[in-house]
């Protein structure tokens, strides 16, 4: 069971812009940076936002991470096809001394 | 090439034990912590476990602390991950990943993963 929440899944048409909304605690969120991960099935999961906003090279500025308190959410504008995947929040927890991941939303591009 | 390649996968009985193996290429390998995740069939990704720069400092989820060691050899560019004890609920995809952090003791986000290698804990 994931101290983080997220919703199982979100979808929108191609140029739509889709919200993932990941709900932690004062343990993780709220004392730690978020990261946000993309992972197709399969492959390497990727990292898509550190430090809660900020995007690795490569990673279009079509996602945007932000964080307020002890919730998180990851922004996906122009949604495209190549979007279709499983996405995760992640942070650190000081009170289980470990890494925490979100429970996961599948983006369905319709 | 920057990667990583994880091996010693396969099937074990429970109660058994496995140890995987990370072998890291293209990067300074002694100068980042590293990580283990995993993926059970259907399910979400969970963090196994953590090792810093030094080495010096490791993390375990609750879920495998007592049963799993993590470990790196420098001298071989190497991340282990030692599995004893094995139980069904072990069963997934290991990744181990990079860790963004070179400061020891200090642990960031995950920007390179392998690919990753099936463990199946099964009689």
């Known amino acids: 069971q994931s101290v983080l929440t997220q919703p199982p899944s979100a979808s929108g048409t191609p140029g739509q812009r889709v919200t993932i909304s990941c709900s932690g605690s004062?343990?993780?969120?709220?004392?730690?940076?978020v990261y946000w991960y993309q992972h197709l099935p399969g492959t390497a999961p990727k990292l898509l936002i550190y430090r809660n906003n900020q995007r690795p090279s490569g990673v279009p500025d079509r996602f945007s991470g932000s964080k307020s308190g002890t919730s998180a959410s990851l922004a996906i504008s122009g949604l495209r096809s190549e979007d279709e995947a499983d996405f995760y929040c992640?942070?650190?927890?000081?009170?289980?001394?470990?890494?925490?991941f979100g429970t996961g939303t599948k983006v369905t591009v319709l | 090439e920057v990667q990583l390649v994880e091996s010693g996968g396969g099937l074990v009985q429970p109660g058994g034990s496995l140890r995987l193996s990370c072998a890291a290429s293209?990067?300074?390998?002694?100068?980042?912590?590293m990580s283990w995740v995993r993926q059970a069939p259907g399910k979400g990704l969970e963090w196994v476990s953590a090792i810093s720069v030094s080495g010096g400092t490791t993390y375990y989820a609750d879920s495998v602390k007592g049963r799993f060691t993590i470990s790196r050899d420098k001298s071989k560019n190497t991340l282990y991950l030692q599995m004893n004890r094995l139980r069904a609920e072990d069963t997934a995809v290991y990744y181990c990943?990079?860790?963004?952090?070179?400061?020891?003791?200090?642990?960031?986000?995950?920007?390179?993963w392998g690919q990753g290698t099936m463990v199946t804990v099964s009689s």
């Open positions: 293209g990067f300074t390998f002694n100068n980042y912590a």
């Open positions: 990943a990079k860790d963004v952090s070179a400061i020891d003791g200090i642990f960031d986000a995950f920007d390179m």
């Open positions: 992640a942070t650190w927890d000081d009170s289980l001394s470990g890494y925490v």
């Open positions: 004062t343990s993780n969120i709220g004392r730690n940076f």
